[in-house]
């Protein structure tokens, strides 16, 4: 057997599909694994070849023009026996087993009409449709519930999981933002800094509630935009209010040392809450449809309102019980992100 793959995006060396298919190969050395690519790929097994894609589809557009015109030949220049993408697209004309791996909802939720009929055919022709999270298959479903039998949720190993601080870390980090003192942690991204100033009022609503010396961290994705902040010079709670741009070397920690962890972004930011999880970190999500797919009954959920948001500080806050059940809740839930199953499982059903 030969198995095909066309890995595509920006930063193919973090594609999961790429990661199940070295997986594979490694596992199953007799098998010949063909990588089409434009981009130079490391560590292969020596069962693997790669097949450079030129000239290079820097567009949906040339992307469509390989597919239609130069895939079909490659397919049987190379007797490629099954096929697999993450581009949303498959080879219309290639009489071979066919699969689809969806690593995120860009595709699904693309415009370009063109595009959406071949994400259909694509949908139609393939045997699966491998996808990372319980949103993307929630997604496959809605837009192609005829279909929703050829879904397969693969739950690969979390980012930064093996990554451990000591209790001198998580010390440093609140004595060097916070005085030492506990905090909420909001990070402020394209998505959440929309709801900034929710969370700035519930703040001030838990401090008018109880008597705390908890503060609140907003880390900036980016630059801090004091801009989202208008009148914080006139911020009753201002002095316990803590902006701090984020980093590479501060993000995880000031996540690891926090009392709890405020989500309002979105599905790609989904990592960072499965982070403050695995650091014993309560979370507080927005109650969104996407939120209860990904984090079911393991983070609590508050309104996107004052006083839902407030109600959850509090409860997190005083609530000794709940905290530890959303944590044992978490530990067990965590367990099924495992690369090694989910590379396994993979392998098992393009190989059949």
């Not at 909420?184 to 991204?189: C, I, N, P, S, T």
Request: glycine share 2%; aromatic share 12%; with cysteine.
């Amino acid at each position: 057997m030969v198995i095909g793959a066309h890995i595509w995006g920006e930063d193919i060396e973090q594609s999961l599909l790429l990661f199940a298919l070295k997986k594979t190969a490694a596992l199953q050395p007799t098998q010949k694994f063909i990588f089409f690519s434009n981009l130079p790929l490391a560590n292969l097994s020596q069962n693997c070849y790669q097949v450079n894609i030129n000239p290079r589809p820097t567009n949906k557009v040339l992307l469509y023009f390989w597919y239609n015109y130069k895939l079909p030949k490659l397919i049987l220049k190379y007797s490629i026996s099954t096929f697999i993408s993450n581009s949303g697209m498959l080879a219309s004309d290639a009489l071979v087993k066919q699969y689809l791996f969806l690593e995120t909802k860009d595709l699904l939720n693309d415009g370009n009409s063109i595009f959406k009929k071949r994400l259909a055919n694509a949908i139609a022709l393939a045997q699966k449709i491998f996808v990372v999270d319980d949103v993307i298959g929630e997604t496959v479903n809605k837009h192609f519930p005829t279909n929703k039998d050829k879904v397969q949720t693969l739950h690969f190993g979390l980012i930064e999981a093996n990554k451990i601080f000591s209790w001198d870390d998580i010390e440093g980090i609140r004595n060097k933002y916070t005085a030492g003192f506990d905090y909420y942690l909001f990070r402020v991204d394209a998505t959440s800094k929309a709801n900034i100033i929710t969370v700035l009022k519930s703040f001030s609503q838990l401090k008018k509630w109880q008597k705390t010396s908890l503060k609140l961290v907003l880390l900036f994705e980016n630059d801090i935009d004091e801009k989202l902040l208008p009148d914080f010079k006139n911020y009753k709670y201002r002095n316990e209010v803590v902006l701090i741009k984020e980093t590479d070397q501060n993000l995880l920690l000031l996540i690891a040392a926090a009392f709890s962890y405020i989500n309002f972004s979105d599905h790609k930011n989904r990592n960072l809450v499965y982070n403050a999880l695995q650091y014993n970190v309560p979370v507080i999500a927005a109650d969104t449809e996407t939120n209860n797919l990904l984090f079911k009954s393991t983070v609590a959920y508050a309104a996107a309102s004052v006083e839902g948001l407030a109600l959850q500080l509090q409860l997190i806050y005083k609530d000794e019980v709940l905290r530890k059940q959303l944590l044992q809740k978490a530990t067990i839930y965590l367990t099924q992100f495992d690369s090694e199953k989910a590379s396994q499982k993979f392998g098992e059903i393009i190989s059949n």
